[in-house]
């Protein structure tokens, strides 16, 4: 099959990615982004790759796999990972952006990317004889996401995701909140707020008896475990805070020379630093009740809330039963998905999909064979995840060790420390990528030559 065109139908993560790597690639392509004429439950404007949750892409610390996936993304010329070298904000060891600047430059350069056309407009079925790239997210319309569903074959899969308040940097009280990095990892990038036992029992106790906002009647509640609300931690158990988002070890209070009790820590948003996000602080409780309880903060006492906590629906197909490690459908090779939609959890594993399916749609474009990555890296990982794992129990999830293949077995005689062992396993990935992408890569280029 050579033709000239394929189409991306989602301008998020996923879809940016996918579209600049056809693109690059050589092939001409149709970018549908529905908004601003559609808007959906969580996005605020009509940029490109918005990013509506926390504005950090996890961490970016050697001998991690958040680290190594970023790392092979942007060997492999990723438009979304460059932006975000260009909009980093300080975030200690994690990479973190400024969400409006990142979205802006995105959208500049997929618009003044002449091999892509943008066009905004909602698109309610799929092309039978296109190639195309479904890349809509997890926030897809309800009109696509029944086509998705005959198409897939398998009933809607979903689970519940919520977003964290931002307050502004002038109303936080800095006589109060401190800075520093958990284990001065980065410098002092993060506020502070600490609590002692008796302030952390009051919002504790004051935050069991706010008020949420519904959600849809006569479905089950799933949430998505990596991104549980506050309210339903704290249901857990009393100290469940204290060991998940309000840890506060690593930290220590300048004024007592100690640890708190508790602590929350405040992310900068945005490069004027007027702004901060409230880490792992994503609720689904009512605005008035958010400003209430949150102001039990101490430094936050008479907060300024530029966006409050929200919650949102998030779909995603059963992809074992339908896609193939390359993204491609198993019975229709013609549609790719890739990004949340997937099954995959987080904004680097989302563009990591968006990559390979916009990396194989230009290949099945041009008449080349398609690719599956590397076993050994974080994006072969993945891509084996969604097209091989138990159907049955079919979970959405980040990249992780445990989805890697585990050492040679004399490394793992030779190697026993497990840091040593884990940072082994990311410089053999690497290596692999590398002479991965050099490999092929060429392949592609002599087949367009030809």
């Known amino acids: 099959m050579k033709v000239d065109q394929i189409n991306v139908i989602g301008g998020g993560l996923a879809g940016v990615e996918a579209a600049w790597q056809a693109a690059r690639l050589g092939v001409q392509v149709k970018l549908y982004e529905m908004r601003p004429e559609k808007q959906t439950p969580a996005h605020r404007t009509d940029k490109l790759a918005e990013i509506v949750c926390s504005n950090s892409l996890k961490s970016d610390e050697p001998g991690t796999t958040s680290y190594l996936l970023k790392e092979e993304l942007r060997q492999g010329g990723s438009l979304v990972m460059a932006a975000a070298a260009e909009?980093?904000?300080?975030?200690?060891?994690?990479?973190?952006?400024?969400?409006?600047?990142?979205?802006?430059?995105?959208?500049?350069?997929?618009?003044n990317e002449p091999r892509i056309r943008l066009v905004r407009e909602e698109v309610t079925g799929i092309p039978e004889n296109k190639i195309t790239i479904i890349a809509t997210g997890p926030l897809s319309s309800d009109a696509l996401t029944a086509e998705i569903m005959k198409l897939t074959g398998s009933d809607q899969m979903y689970f519940y995701d919520a977003i964290a308040p931002i307050v502004s940097a002038d109303s936080i009280d800095t006589s109060v909140a401190f800075r520093a990095a958990r284990y001065d990892k980065g410098g002092d990038d993060y506020l502070n707020c600490p609590f002692d036992e008796e302030q952390y029992a009051r919002f504790y106790s004051e935050l069991l008896e706010a008020k949420s906002v519904p959600l849809q009647r006569f479905e089950e509640t799933r949430w998505f475990e990596a991104c549980l609300?506050?309210?339903e931690l704290a249901r857990r158990g009393v100290d469940t805070l204290r060991f998940g988002p309000m840890k506060p070890v690593g930290l220590r209070d300048p004024k007592t020379g100690r640890e708190p009790y508790a602590a929350v820590q405040l992310r900068q948003e945005n490069l004027m630093a007027d702004a901060y996000s409230l880490v792992g602080f994503q609720n689904h409780l009512r605005y008035g009740e958010q400003a209430r309880v949150l102001r039990l903060i101490p430094?936050?006492?008479?907060?300024?809330?530029?966006?409050?906590?929200?919650?949102?629906?998030?779909?995603?197909?059963?992809?074992?039963?339908?896609?193939?490690?390359?993204?491609?459908?198993?019975?229709?090779?013609?549609?790719?998905?890739?990004?949340?939609?997937?099954?995959?959890?987080?904004?680097?594993?989302?563009?990591?999909m968006g990559w390979l399916a916009g990396v194989n749609a230009a290949r099945l474009a041009s008449g080349s064979e398609l690719?599956?990555?590397?076993?050994?890296?974080?994006?072969?990982?993945?891509?084996?995840?969604?097209?091989h794992a138990d159907a049955k129990n079919f979970q959405p999830v980040n990249?992780?060790?445990?989805?890697?293949?585990?050492?040679?077995?004399?490394?793992?005689r030779n190697v026993r420390k497990k840091r040593e062992r884990r940072q082994l396993q990311v410089e053999l990935a690497l290596k692999e990528w590398a002479e991965w992408l050099e490999q092929n890569h060429t392949k592609l280029e002599a087949a367009q030559a030809g």
């Open 87 to 111: 909009t980093r904000v300080p975030a200690g060891a994690a990479l973190a952006v400024d969400r409006e600047k990142f979205a802006e430059l995105i959208t500049e350069r997929i618009e």
């Open 229 to 231: 609300p506050i309210e």
């Open 299 to 352: 430094g936050l006492q008479h907060a300024e809330f530029l966006q409050f906590g929200q919650i949102h629906r998030n779909t995603y197909i059963c992809s074992p039963r339908v896609l193939q490690a390359t993204m491609q459908m198993r019975d229709r090779p013609n549609v790719f998905f890739a990004g949340q939609i997937t099954g995959v959890e987080g904004y680097v594993e989302s563009v990591a």
């Open 371 to 387: 690719l599956e990555a590397p076993a050994r890296s974080a994006t072969g990982a993945l891509a084996h995840y969604v097209s």
């Open 399 to 412: 990249i992780t060790f445990a989805l890697l293949p585990p050492l040679p077995e004399p490394a793992k």
